[in-house]
């Protein structure tokens, strides 16, 4: 019989907004840029000089996390992030601490290790610790195993990248100008002599490589995501002087959705490498001979006006912006009757809710290193068998901490937070993008103590809260009521993957009918609002020894079934958790059927209250059996 962990009793609906930088004046992203020899930082519409390398030809830039916690007592780790810079001249790679009072270039890559018609390209910190480059002269992605995860200064480096195997290979006539991941995690990569973007996982094996996007591209030369899933493209043969789009627009799945651009290049200018700020801003770099310009603009609220933020002294060529610009956001904490909720912290391509009511909470999220997230696992000692940091897409390898504050219930004070539910607990979310093949068994650390939050000193303590529901496309990931701790106030949250042991490997043989099994909401089951009182939700689980067709079935797992309504009636994208009840059983708490003999899991979804929309039905393998799946279904 399968278990079934209870889910959130109430409607989550998380809408995105933008913290704007619309005017170089605004622009208060630090950006680091390149070409040439030099590396230049800007910030404020200022460019400072940060390091050169004599002969180097700087293409490209990339962002990682140091991975050394040297004191947890009163920082967090050695360096804030380090910087990598691909060297096409020299075929060099380094990195450095670009915040530091004396630069020291560490060399990770060069000519005396260097892989035979390799031209470097970064790149991108995966969430695995992975170092991922491009090669300018060739096919393939390459990867630097475990990179993220060495200490800069340590000589202990990987001897040389080795060629990521695909299925089929990257095309033999490709060259590699760029880096991004989707968000399932997929790598999104850049051919330019194809004038595509290929996917290929990074995470599992073997990865299937196949053609993203190759619509509205000439010569693309850097790649970004945003948190909405929306990528651009860089095109770099756009003709000098053309009033054409320097930048390719494309929805989550690859198809053409708008030109944003509008800029008439200069004559002797020609578009580089973008890349996207964690509040969705977007920075583009363009060169001429003698001189670059560093533009911005906010797609997520239908700007499409490039900005000049500033002009650099030489041609600029690659990009790269540090994390951690996400600001504070303070709103009143409430639980309106007519339409019961959490309130909502939204960063954009991430987030922080609290389900309560009556009182003022402050939400501040910083990016920290998988170092410190380990400390914080340490401090919740014997609550977590095997726990990992679930490091956020798109944050360059670092993960989002969030230190939320709001008056303690058992306080003194007037204008405390009170409890919505029948326990007296509040219920505590973290919602962003995360790799679904990597984060397949989240829970919540949540540490207090500290004066140094998100950093620990030693009056810190840490517990582990586990799961209520596991959403698709970067939902939301609620710890479960029953196990928060009373109190709440000056608290810092982690999202962590508790990493257990395979009872039995099996694999998951596809939601079965009434269920559709496809993600593709065109191509889903639908059901007719109020006449449809309830579906079954039927799947199997063979053991990998065995077929869905015939067996053997594993018929003890361990999941975590969610619900979620993914858009509304007109279309667009939302996420609410869905409280879900089955007739078959009783209630959420209880186990939904193993039927021997069908070898089927079974349960009943009443779906009779649902509003007119798309849902998702997730199953989340507690056991490990393998990795979470989920379907989508359409009510109308």
């Keep these: 019989m399968i278990n079934l962990r209870r889910v959130c ?15 170089a004046s605004a622009q208060t992203d630090r950006v680091y840029v390149s070409g040439g020899s030099n590396i230049y930082k800007v910030q404020g519409g200022v460019v400072s000089p940060v390091t050169s390398l004599s002969g180097a030809n700087f293409e490209s830039l990339a962002i990682g996390p140091d991975s050394v916690d040297i004191d947890s007592v009163t920082h967090n780790a050695a360096h804030p992030f380090l910087l990598y810079a691909c060297d096409t001249q020299g075929n060099r ?8 009072a004396t630069i020291v270039q560490q060399q990770i890559y060069n000519a005396s290790v260097s892989v035979s018609g390799l031209v470097p390209e970064c790149g991108r910190s995966a969430a695995s610790g992975d170092f991922f480059i491009t090669n300018k002269a060739g096919a393939g992605v390459y990867k630097f195993s475990n990179l993220a995860n060495i200490p800069f200064g340590s000589a202990n480096l990987p001897t040389a990248p080795t060629l990521v195997s695909t299925s089929p290979a990257f095309p033999a006539t490709m060259t590699g100008r760029g880096i991004t991941q989707k968000n399932n995690g997929d790598l999104l990569v850049v051919n330019n002599a194809g004038n595509q973007v290929l996917r290929s996982p990074y995470s599992v094996a073997p990865p299937t490589q196949t053609t993203f996007a190759g619509s509205n591209l000439s010569g693309p030369v850097g790649i970004a995501r945003l948190s909405t899933g929306d990528v651009f493209v860089a095109n770099s043969a756009i003709g000098r002087g053309s009033s054409s789009s320097p930048v390719a627009h494309f929805d989550r799945s690859g198809n053409v959705a708008a030109t944003c651009g509008g800029l008439t290049f200069s004559s002797n200018q020609v578009p580089a490498s973008l890349a996207a700020s964690q509040s969705d801003a977007l920075y583009l ?15 997520t609220q239908g700007d499409c006006s490039l900005v000049p933020v500033a002009t650099t002294p030489t041609a600029v060529f690659g990009v790269a912006v540090t994390p951690g610009s996400f600001g504070t956001i303070t709103k009143p904490v409430v639980y309106p009757v007519t339409n019961p909720g959490p309130t909502i912290y939204d ?8 389900t309560a009511k009556g009182c003022t909470g402050t939400v501040t999220p910083f990016a920290i290193s998988p170092a410190t997230v ?31 504050k709001w008056p303690d219930p058992a306080g003194p004070q007037p204008g405390n937070c009170a409890s919505v539910f029948s326990d007296g607990l509040f219920v505590n979310q973290i919602f962003g993008v995360f790799d679904n093949n990597i984060t397949n068994n989240p829970r919540i650390v949540r540490c207090d103590g500290s004066a140094n939050e998100p950093f620990l000193d030693s009056n810190t303590s840490c517990t582990a809260l586990s799961t209520l529901g596991v959403y698709p496309l ?5 710890d479960d009521p029953a196990t928060s701790v009373r109190g709440t106030s000056n608290s810092t949250f982690v999202l962590v993957n508790e990493a257990l042991s395979p009872i039995k490997a099996g694999t998951f043989c596809g939601f079965e009918s009434p269920l559709i099994d496809t993600q593709i909401a065109s191509k889903a089951s639908t059901f007719k609002s109020g006449a449809t009182k309830t579906i079954t939700v039927k799947f199997k689980l063979a053991q990998q ?5 015939n067996g053997p079935y594993i018929t003890d797992a361990t999941a975590l079934i969610s619900v979620g309504q993914i858009s509304d009636s007109t279309g667009k994208s939302l996420l609410n958790a869905i409280a879900i009840g089955s007739t078959s059983v009783g209630n959420a708490d209880a186990q939904p059927l193993f039927n021997q003999g069908n070898q089927q899991y079974q349960f009943t979804l009443d779906i009779s209250s649902l509003a007119v929309g798309t849902y998702s039905v997730t199953v989340t393998f507690l056991s490990n059996n393998t990795y979470q799946h989920f379907a989508v279904f359409n009510v109308k």
């Design 347 to 354: 960063f954009n391509s991430h987030g922080f809710q609290i």
């Design 93 to 100: 790679i380094i990195r450095f601490d670009p915040t530091a």
């Design 374 to 404: 380990s400390s914080m696992i340490s401090r919740a000692a014997g609550l977590l068998s095997s726990s990992q940091p679930a490091l956020n897409l798109g944050e360059a390898g670092f993960e989002v901490a969030y230190v939320a």
């Design 285 to 299: 770099v363009s060169a001429s001979n003698n001189k670059g310009t560093v533009w911005s603009w906010s797609p």
């Design 545 to 549: 020894s065995g077929t869905c067709q």
């Design 474 to 478: 970067g939902g939301t990931i609620p």
């Design 9 to 23: 009793m109430f409607a989550v609906s998380i809408l995105l907004f933008c913290i704007v930088n619309d005017r």
